[in-house]
T-cell receptor, first 111, second 113 residues
Framework: GENVEQHPSTLSVQEGDSAVIKCTYSDSASNYFPWYKQELGKGPQLIIDIRSNVGEKKDQRIAVTLNKTAKHFSLHITETQPEDSAVYFC???????????FGKGTMLLVS | NAGVTQTPKFQVLKTGQSMTLQCAQDMNHEYMSWYRQDPGMGLRLIHY???????DQGEVPNGYNVSRSTTEDFPLRLLSAAPSQTSVYFCASSYEEWNTEAFFGQGTRLTVV
């Protein structure tokens, strides 16, 4: 099945700096890569996603890039704000079954 | 529009007890799933359903049962609770296959003593 590795596990940045979280996946047939944000005491919420036919996608301060050859994708947050502090999960949808495989999460702290 | 509703929010069980975690969605989504979240382990899939009457196992199904008699409801049953099942449980739903947005409930924090 699909395996998703996520790094780093924790990331501390100063307000206004950029943050980058990286994920790799194992199934070359995977075609959908969402990113979820989880605030304390809440369920994860989709913030951005990308499909395998696109290399980059932006939504205001958030962007995601995908390198299918290297099988990795990254989340970029610019001009970070305190409200960006949360746990971020990457995920990938592999082939053969209709489920998402999640990375282990990155705790982002903006101070 | 309530989205995905999980009950209860908190539960303490004794080892060997059984219970059902409830999950209901009002978005007419076909796809529903249960995940458990443990520190440093991310979200791991327990069971999922692609429609009423159809369920399948995920990554960590042992000790859990599910059924899907209606589109709206997807309960998770713990047959004989064990301390290893102490976790936060999330239910999620999606309109189509998982390459569309998954909506998560608020979670159930379960402690087995």
């Amino acid at each position: 099945g699909e395996n998703v590795e996520q790094h780093p596990s924790t990331l501390s940045v100063q307000e206004g700096d950029s943050a980058v979280i990286k994920c790799t996946y194992s199934d070359s047939a995977s075609n959908y890569f969402p990113w979820y944000k989880q605030e304390l005491g809440k369920g994860p919420q989709l913030i951005i996603d990308i499909r395998s036919n696109v290399g980059e996608k932006k939504d205001q301060r958030i962007a995601v890039t995908l390198n299918k050859t290297a099988k990795h994708f990254s989340l970029h947050i610019t001009e970070t704000q305190p409200e960006d502090s949360a746990v971020y999960f990457c995920a990938a949808m592999g082939s053969g079954y209709s489920t998402l495989t999640f990375g282990k999460g990155t705790m982002l702290l903006v101070s | 529009n309530a989205g995905v509703t999980q009950t209860p929010k908190f539960q303490v069980l004794k080892t060997g007890q059984s219970m059902t975690l409830q999950c209901a969605q009002d978005m007419n989504h076909e796809y529903m799933s249960w995940y458990r979240q443990d520190p440093g382990m991310g979200l791991r899939l327990i069971h999922y359903s692609v429609g009423a009457g159809i369920t399948d196992q995920g990554e960590v199904p042992n000790g859990y049962n599910v059924s899907r008699s209606t589109t709206e409801d997807f309960p998770l049953r713990l047959l004989s609770a064990a301390p290893s099942q102490t976790s936060v449980y999330f239910c999620a739903s999606s309109y189509e296959e998982w390459n569309t947005e998954a909506f998560f409930g608020q979670g159930t924090r379960l402690t087995v003593v």
